[in-house]
């Protein structure tokens, strides 16, 4: 009955949501909200218009619009995505910094750290700057964007806690990460229930903003992704890669581990799956990044003050993932079987 009724009251409030838009200041310099993060659209799209794309790719269950921004004019892709969990908008604020930062140095033929923007005439830049506005709400203002009437269920799915700051899921309790098919089936260390963190639903693909993501991915086909998670400075880059592959992908992540310090991950006996990259991995056999920004903290957001070091640490990756994507394109990478060097 309790999930019947989560149901009929969920689908009543998302026929009723509009599409709220942004009164914040647009100049401010961090994106930190779902509302910021559309004003700072919005000024980009009406400041660039010849350099910055933008489109919807779908809503969040409550209907708030999930957008997504290109920067450049190459007819080849890389994707970047953030804010999978409510409690990681600080990846949404390296992001929409790296779009700024690349559309600058654009324009005025800077290069970052070595990297030439001018790759952005070869491979343009996909990014989802916050996958998951309704938990980043959640997250950041607890109860007070929902009706009352849905109010005691999201306290229900937080255990009665009034202290929302370690919400992970989206706005009815799924965590997104553990959405998609890739090993989904097998997915251990899940809540029964929904809940603020780690209930997998009832099938892969099951959450609007999922299915919404992995649409999108397949049509813009990019050569690779990234998918920017907190904490800990890890760089995971692992799912049953292909030995084929597996080589060019290694390569590829330990640039990525080198430029930004992150620890880089090695592959797991048993891949846990159910994620972006897992998933993107494993149907595009195509190289896909997990890193986790920041210093560990335990189920909170990391705090603002370790902004400006993430964004030293991140600043060239967007470049150099188009760099990278543009050997790919040219077939420039040896498809050497790496197996032999990794026990698994």
């Not at 914040?24 to 980009?44: D, T």
């Not at 306290?155 to 997104?176: P, R, S, T, V, Y």
């Not at 070091?309 to 990478?333: D, F, P, S």
Request: proline fraction near 5%.
């Amino acid at each position: 009955m309790r999930r019947f009724l989560f149901v009929c009251l969920v689908l009543t409030i998302v026929l009723h949501t509009g599409i709220t838009a942004s009164a914040e200041n647009i100049s401010q310099q961090n994106v930190r909200s779902y509302k910021s993060l559309l004003a700072n659209i919005y000024e980009l799209r009406t400041t660039y218009p010849s350099l910055v794309e933008v489109t919807v790719i779908g809503k969040s269950t409550f209907g708030h619009s999930i957008p997504a921004l290109k920067i450049g004019t190459g007819k080849k892709h890389v994707l970047f995505v953030g804010s999978h969990h409510g409690r990681e908008w600080l990846t949404t604020t390296i992001l929409m910094k790296m779009i700024k930062t690349y559309i600058h140095a654009y324009k005025n033929g800077e290069i970052i750290s070595g990297f030439d923007p001018r790759i952005l005439d070869t491979i343009s830049i996909w990014f989802v700057p916050m996958l998951n506005p309704d938990g980043v709400m959640i997250q950041q203002n607890g109860l007070s964007d929902y009706p009352i009437a849905f109010q005691q269920l999201l306290l229900e799915m937080n255990n009665n806690d009034l202290n929302f700051k370690k919400w992970k899921a989206n706005g009815i309790g799924i965590d997104l990460n553990r959405q998609y098919p890739a090993g989904w089936d097998e997915l251990k260390g899940t809540n029964e229930f929904q809940s603020y963190q780690f209930y997998k639903g009832n099938r892969p693909m099951e959450a609007d903003e999922v299915a919404s993501l992995v649409q999108f991915t397949q049509k813009i086909n990019p050569l690779i992704s990234v998918s920017y998670h907190s904490s800990g400075r890890v760089l995971y880059w692992h799912y049953k890669n292909d030995p084929n592959v597996v080589l060019r992908d290694h390569s590829i992540a330990k640039k990525f581990a080198n430029i930004t310090g992150y620890e880089l991950a090695e592959p797991p006996k048993e891949a846990s799956g159910g994620g972006f990259t897992d998933w993107f991995i494993q149907d595009f056999n195509r190289p896909g990044f997990t890193p986790e920004i920041s210093y560990e903290v335990k189920e909170t957001n990391p705090p603002l003050s370790v902004f400006n070091e993430e964004w030293e640490r991140n600043q060239a990756i967007g470049l150099m993932i188009a760099t990278e994507a543009k050997k790919m394109a040219l077939n420039e990478y040896e498809m050497t079987d790496f197996q032999h060097i990794f026990d698994y």
